[in-house]
């Protein structure tokens, strides 16, 4: 079965600091890799999805990630935080083999951007 | 375009009791699933339904069940109520089950057992 690793748990930064969230995943085989964000009071939303071909995705808000296939690694960037980035950020994957709808989610990092 | 609607919000039960929650899925999509949030798990998927029929479970208990009906609307239900059962239910959704579709969640429902 396919995990997910987020090995940081809570970041702190300060606005216009640049952002790098780590995701691995254990998987021997082709995956489709998603990171979510859930904002304060609000329901999980998508940021960005990897499916196939380019390895650096663009999402929303500024978010992108790369896909590093040799170090099962996705993960998420952003050049310069806002304050309004202040969110937990999942990221999940799903195999081929298995169904859209069967994530398997990683524990979440809390992101606070301080002024 | 609506997302996906959930209700109750939020709802308080005793040990012992169950509960029904239900999900209103995007217009036009076909698939709900089901995941379970706690501080302690995270998100864990529960189930999956397309066309009224369960298409994956994830490992819990049998006093998890869900249903779906012909017009997309989902259910899910927990009898026998625990106090470890006090979680957030999202409901999710999609067109379809084939892996390049995207799931959306809802904003889910607050279940605290007593």
């Known amino acids: 079965a396919q995990s997910v690793s987020q090995h940081n748990h809570h970041v702190i930064l300060s606005e216009a600091a640049s952002l790098e969230l780590g995701c691995n995943y254990s998987?021997?085989?082709?995956?489709?890799l998603f990171w979510y964000v859930q904002y304060p009071g609000q329901h999980l939303q998508l940021l960005l999805k990897?499916?196939?071909?380019?390895?650096l995705v663009k999402g929303i808000k500024g978010f992108e990630a790369e896909f590093i296939k040799s170090k099962f690694s996705f993960n998420l960037r952003k050049p310069s935080v806002q304050w309004s980035d202040t969110a937990e950020y999942f990221c999940?994957?799903?195999?081929?083999?298995?169904?859209?709808?069967?994530?398997?989610f990683g524990t979440g990092t809390r992101l606070q951007v301080t002024l | 375009k609506a997302g996906v609607t959930q209700t109750p919000r939020y709802l308080i039960k005793t040990r012992g009791q169950q509960v029904t929650l239900s999900c209103s899925p995007i217009?036009?999509?076909?698939?709900v699933s089901w995941y379970q949030q706690t501080p302690g798990q995270g998100l864990q998927f529960l189930f999956e339904?397309?066309?009224?029929?369960?298409?994956n479970k994830g490992n819990f208990p049998g006093r998890f069940s869900g249903r779906q009906f012909s017009n997309s609307r989902s259910e899910m239900n927990v009898s026998t109520l625990e106090l470890g059962d006090s979680a957030l239910y999202l409901c999710?959704?999609?067109?379809?089950?084939?892996?390049?579709?995207?799931?959306?969640f809802g904003e889910g429902s607050w279940l605290t057992v007593v």
């Open positions: 999710a959704s999609s067109l379809g089950t084939g892996v390049g579709n995207t799931i959306y």
């Open positions: 998987y021997g085989g082709t995956v489709n």
């Open positions: 990897y499916f196939s071909g380019d390895p």
């Open positions: 999940a994957v799903n195999t081929n083999t298995g169904t859209a709808s069967k994530l398997t």
């Open positions: 217009s036009g999509h076909r698939s």
């Open positions: 339904y397309f066309s009224e029929t369960q298409r």
